[in-house]
C-alpha cells in the first residue's frame, strides 16, 4: 500500500476572512487548479469565527465588516445585509456563498495539529474531527445485534491524515486562543469565570452580580446587554477608556494601530492589542451608556475572593461578584506551527507583508496588520502574489 501523503501546492488552514480571501486570489491568478490546493479548516460549516460567536451580536455594533473580494457582482455586501440578523448568521450564509461560487471545496471539520519542515517540503498533520461510525453492541433481551451508529469524536479516535505541501497559508485567525491575565485569588473565586468566547446570552446571568473586565468593543457591549438583566454590574479595565467622537470605527482608517501592529509583527515582538491603538467609538448607544453612568469604568481590581473582587490601592473597596467576563483578548492561533520554530524570544513571529521570514514557505495570512475585515481581505492579494513570484 502506497502510504506517501496527498502532495500539493498550497494549503490553507482557516476558511474565515483572510484564508478564503487568499483562496480567492490563488485561483483568480491561476495559480492553482483544484487539485493543487486545499483547504482545511476545523470548524463545521462556514462562517469562520464569527460563526462561534454570540447571538446578539449584530454587524456593525463593533466596527464596520468589510466584504470579501469578488462578490460585488454578485451583488451581496455586507453593506446591504440585514442588522437585526445575528451577525453569526450573516456571515455564514456569506462566507458559505462565496464557497460555492468560487467552488472552493473547504474540506470540513479538519484540526491541523502540526506542520513540519520535511526538507523542500512541509507536512501538514490534522485530524477529521466529523462524527465517525462506530460499531457498537446493541443488547436487546435475550438477543444481541449489531448495529452501525454515530458517536461524537471524543469517544472514538479521529482518524489521522497527512498532506505535504510547497507553500502554506496559516488563516486560523485568534478565536481559539483566548487570553485570560492572571490575578491573585482567581482560583479561589466561587462563581464563574469566563472569556468573551465562551459568552452566550445575557440571560446566563439574570438576577447576578456580574463583573465585565476589558477596554474595548466586546466589554461594552455586554455591559449594555446586561444592564437590564443583572442584579449588579461593575466593569474594570486596566487601561482609562480611550473614547474618540466618532460613531464607527472604520478599521480603514485608523492607520495608527494598523502601522502598531505591523511594527510589532515586523520585529518579532507579541502583538499589542487593537483597541490601544484604535481608541473606542461613542455610537449613540454607547453615549447614552457613558450619559447614564453605566459605562464607567473602575480601575482594575487587585485580587479575586470567594464572592467578589477587591481593590487595595487607592480605591480601596471591593464588588460582589457572582460571574466575571475576562473580555481581554485573543492571541494568535498557532500552536500547530510550533515545529517550524517560528516563534521570536521577543514574543512573536516576524512577519513582513503577511510572510513569515524565518520560512519563506510560509505565509500568516490575517496577522498583526491584517487583523480585521478589510486587513484580511487584503491579505489575500498581497500572498497570492508572492506565492506567484516563487512558484
Ligand atoms: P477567523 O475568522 O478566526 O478564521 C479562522 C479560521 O481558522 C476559523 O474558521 C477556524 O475554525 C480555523 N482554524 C483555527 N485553527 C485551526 C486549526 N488548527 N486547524 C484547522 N482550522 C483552524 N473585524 C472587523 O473588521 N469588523 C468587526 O466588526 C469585527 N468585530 C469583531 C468582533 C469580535 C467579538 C471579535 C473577537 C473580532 C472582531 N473583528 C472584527 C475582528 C475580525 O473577526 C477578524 O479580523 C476577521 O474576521 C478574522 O478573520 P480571520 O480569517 O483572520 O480569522
Sequence with gaps: ???????????????????????????????????????LDRAPGPGGAWQHRWSSLRLGTAH????????????????????????????????????????LQVR?????????????????RYEDLSPQPVEELKTRGLFGRRRKTFEAPQ???????????QFLVNATGTWGSPFVPFYPGMGEFAGRHLHTSDFSSAEDFRDQHVVVVGGGTSAIGFMLE?????????????????WIDRQEL????????????????????????????????????????????????????????EDRIVWDGEQQGSARADAIIWATGFRPELRHLAPLKLREKAGGVTVGQGAAWSD????????????????????????????????
Design 155 to 165: 469517544t472514538v479516535e479521529a482518524p489521522q491524515l497527512e498532506l505535504s505541501t
Design 64 to 103: 464596520r465588516v468589510n466584504d470579501l473580494p469578488g462578490l460585488a457582482d454578485l451583488g451581496l455586501s455586507f453593506d446591504t445585509a440585514d442588522r437585526a440578523l445575528p451577525a453569526k448568521d450573516v456571515v455564514a450564509d456569506y462566507y458559505g456563498r462565496f464557497e460555492e461560487h468560487f467552488d
Design 1 to 39: 500500500m502506497n502510504t506517501s501523503p496527498e502532495r500539493v501546492k498550497v494549503v490553507v488552514i482557516g476558511a474565515g476572512q483572510a484564508g478564503l480571501s487568499v483562496a480567492y486570489y490563488l485561483r483568480r491568478f491561476e495559480l492553482v487548479a483544484g487539485q493543487d490546493f486545499v483547504m
Design 226 to 242: 446586561l444592564e437590564d438583566v443583572a442584579a449588579g454590574l461593575t466593569w474594570v479595565s486596566r487601561r482609562p477608556i480611550d
Design 108 to 124: 470540513r471539520p479538519m484540526n491541523v495539529r502540526s506542520v513540519t519542515n520535511e526538507g523542500v517540503d512541509l507536512l501538514v
Design 360 to 391: 519563506p514557505r510560509v505565509f500568516l495570512a490575517g496577522y498583526g496588520p491584517q487583523a480585521s475585515t478589510i486587513g484580511a481581505s487584503r491579505a489575500g492579494r498581497m500572498i497570492a502574489r508572492q506565492i506567484m513570484a516563487m512558484l
Design 250 to 305: 472604520d478599521l480603514e482608517g485608523a492607520s495608527a494601530a494598523v502601522a502598531m501592529q505591523d511594527e510589532a509583527a515586523r520585529s518579532g515582538r507579541a502583538l499589542p492589542s487593537i483597541v490601544s491603538g484604535t481608541g473606542v467609538p461613542k455610537s449613540r448607544r454607547i453615549a447614552a451608556g457613558i450619559e447614564r453612568g453605566l459605562l464607567v469604568a473602575r480601575p482594575m481590581f487587585d485580587r479575586i475572593e
